[in-house]
């Protein structure tokens, strides 16, 4: 088993880039002004869409070009885009970051908005994730100054490129307006790590499932006495949440947290997870994920549940949800992962195996639908469930993780004497040691 081991700083953080031939930091954009084209429909490196042309404008923010991008384009009864966008090659697990600056010269109409857009795509141009940044021009922005919007996400599995979107959106309304667009950018930002429990974790950073949520490094700590810390924190009008994802794939085994913050007093849209996840890119499905949820966002009760959950959860008898009322903070939480079976199991106290009077709730999954090894890693987070703003700033938006243990699953044989025919799909799973 590993074990997790308190650390002397605060916090240990490092950060890299995946890089290629990238430098950190630097816009890989051609024309990101749009200074260079000929008239309004050809732009140097840039692709337009619908209601989209290169301007020339005297309040530019630099030169003398911006990209103009208008409502009112048909049909009008549904949601549509105008817009620009340019391209560039990306690996996966890379984090990009697209920014762009936004202009109105008067108020949006009704529920249309213009951002910018990142989004990834494979090699065979099939959308794979989709990012907007939180800062939008609104029908209450300010008018009549360039306002600062930016994204980040991290390139998912079977990304081959990064599409930088500035973006007006109409809604079925049929609003009129327009925005502009200049100095834009697109660079790759250096991925955050901390060292903790024995393992070096990726801190989540920008907009990204679940929810969506925006998430920042600025949300995650480690205290003194070596526990981790997971906060939503509101700052510049948006809700921050927190995650970390180990950077080994540590396979069958039993996982086991430790927590120190009573998670049965959460705040009504927030949820709290301990998770094992890969990404659906790696079966092209969101089955191969295993879940402890604390939460009653999704409940009609007021009272905290805890869910458990082998993926995907629409499928009945997939997940079982457990009231939870602590009578002491510290509590454990376990996955045990194995070829043939799942048990979930919550107890309180911090130990390897619960006392018999400590047991929250304990669930056995053996039916069809266990995941294979296939990358997954442990994580953790805390987020708002669809986005929900939280109710009231009273309410608990922290999660401590005081450790983080695995014990690896020690092997096992698959037999069969074929001489059955009514155990024919069935295989015995004989334990090794």
Same mark, same amino acid.
């Given at each position: 088993?590993?074990?997790?081991?308190?650390?002397?700083?605060?916090?240990?953080?490092?950060?890299?880039?995946?890089? !290629?031939?990238?430098?950190?930091?630097?816009?890989?954009?051609?024309?990101?002004?749009?200074?260079?084209?000929?008239?309004?429909?050809?732009?140097?490196?840039?692709?337009?869409?619908? %209601?989209?042309?290169?301007?020339?404008?005297?309040?530019?923010?630099?030169?003398?070009?911006?990209?103009?991008?208008?409502?009112?384009?048909?049909?009008?009864? &549904?949601?549509?885009?105008?817009?620009?966008?340019?391209?560039?090659?990306?690996?996966? /697990?890379?984090?990009?970051?697209?920014?762009?600056?936004?202009?109105?010269?008067?108020?949006?109409? !009704?529920?249309?908005?213009?951002?910018?857009?990142?989004?990834?795509?494979?090699?065979?141009?099939?959308?794979?994730?989709?990012?907007?940044?939180?800062?939008?021009?609104?029908?209450?922005?300010?008018?009549?100054?360039?306002?600062?919007?930016?994204?980040?996400?991290?390139?998912?599995?079977?990304?081959?490129?990064?599409?930088?979107?500035?973006?007006?959106? &109409?809604?079925?309304?049929?609003?009129?307006?327009?925005? $502009?667009?200049? @100095?834009?950018?697109?660079?790759?930002?250096?991925?955050?790590?901390?060292?903790?429990?024995?393992?070096?974790?990726? +801190?989540?950073?920008?907009?990204?499932?679940?929810?969506?949520?925006?998430?920042?490094?600025?949300?995650?700590?480690? @205290?003194?006495?070596?526990?981790?810390?997971?906060?939503?924190?509101?700052?510049?009008?948006?809700?921050?949440?927190?995650?970390?994802?180990?950077?080994?794939?540590?396979?069958?085994?039993?996982?086991?947290?430790?927590? @120190?913050?009573?998670? /049965? &007093?959460?705040?009504?849209?927030? +949820?709290?997870?301990?998770?094992? $996840?890969?990404?659906?890119?790696?079966?092209?499905?969101?089955?191969?994920?295993?879940?402890?949820?604390?939460?009653?966002?999704?409940?009609?009760?007021?009272?905290?549940?805890?869910?458990?959950?082998?993926?995907? $959860?629409?499928?009945?008898?997939?997940?079982?949800?457990?009231?939870?009322?602590?009578?002491?903070?510290?509590?454990?939480?376990?996955?045990?992962?194995?070829?043939?079976?799942?048990?979930?199991?919550?107890?309180? !106290?911090?130990?390897?195996?619960?006392?018999? /009077?400590?047991?929250?709730?304990?669930?056995?999954? +053996?039916?069809?639908?266990?995941?294979?090894?296939?990358?997954?890693?442990?994580?953790? %987070?805390?987020?708002?469930?669809?986005?929900?703003?939280?109710?009231?700033?009273?309410?608990?938006?922290?999660?401590?993780?005081?450790?983080?243990?695995?014990?690896?699953?020690?092997?096992?044989?698959?037999? /069969?004497?074929?001489?059955?025919?009514?155990?024919?799909?069935?295989?015995?799973?004989?334990? !090794?040691?």
């Amino acid at each position: 088993m590993r074990f997790g081991y308190p650390i002397a700083a605060a916090l240990l953080i490092c950060t890299a880039g995946k890089a !290629g031939s990238e430098e950190l930091w630097s816009n890989v954009l051609l024309n990101p002004g749009f200074e260079q084209g000929s008239g309004g429909t050809q732009i140097t490196g840039w692709v337009r869409f619908n %209601n989209a042309c290169r301007a020339e404008i005297s309040f530019a923010r630099s030169g003398q070009h911006a990209l103009e991008a208008r409502g009112n384009w048909f049909p009008p009864d &549904q949601w549509n885009a105008s817009g620009a966008y340019q391209e560039y090659p990306v690996s996966a /697990d890379q984090i990009w970051e697209a920014s762009c600056w936004l202009y109105a010269s008067s108020n949006l109409q !009704g529920q249309a908005y213009a951002a910018v857009n990142l989004e990834y795509y494979s090699a065979d141009s099939m959308l794979l994730a989709r990012a907007s940044s939180a800062v939008k021009l609104r029908s209450d922005s300010p008018t009549g100054q360039w306002i600062h919007a930016s994204v980040k996400r991290k390139a998912v599995r079977g990304a081959a490129f990064a599409r930088i979107v500035p973006i007006f959106v &109409q809604s079925p309304d049929f609003e009129s307006g327009f925005a $502009y667009f200049d @100095d834009c950018a697109l660079y790759l930002v250096p991925t955050t790590t901390i060292e903790w429990a024995g393992y070096r974790w990726e +801190v989540g950073d920008g907009h990204n499932d679940p929810g969506p949520n925006y998430f920042s490094t600025n949300c995650v700590s480690v @205290d003194q006495d070596g526990r981790l810390h997971l906060q939503i924190v509101y700052s510049n009008n948006i809700w921050w949440c927190a995650g970390v994802e180990n950077l080994e794939s540590l396979g069958f085994g039993r996982y086991l947290w430790h927590l @120190d913050s009573p998670v /049965d &007093q959460l705040g009504t849209s927030v +949820v709290g997870a301990l998770f094992v $996840y890969a990404p659906p890119e790696v079966w092209g499905t969101n089955e191969n994920e295993l879940d402890i949820e604390f939460t009653h966002a999704w409940t009609e009760s007021s009272v905290t549940s805890v869910t458990y959950t082998v993926q995907p $959860y629409t499928i009945a008898g997939n997940a079982r949800s457990f009231y939870m009322v602590l009578t002491n903070s510290p509590t454990t939480h376990e996955i045990d992962w194995q070829p043939d079976r799942v048990r979930f199991r919550s107890w309180f !106290g911090h130990s390897t195996s619960p006392p018999p /009077d400590a047991v929250i709730a304990d669930w056995f999954f +053996v039916t069809r639908g266990i995941p294979i090894e296939s990358g997954e890693r442990p994580m953790m %987070n805390i987020w708002l469930y669809e986005g929900r703003t939280p109710s009231a700033t009273t309410e608990t938006l922290e999660m401590v993780v005081s450790d983080f243990h695995f014990e690896p699953f020690r092997g096992f044989l698959l037999a /069969d004497d074929f001489t059955d025919p009514s155990t024919a799909a069935v295989w015995q799973v004989i334990r !090794g040691g």
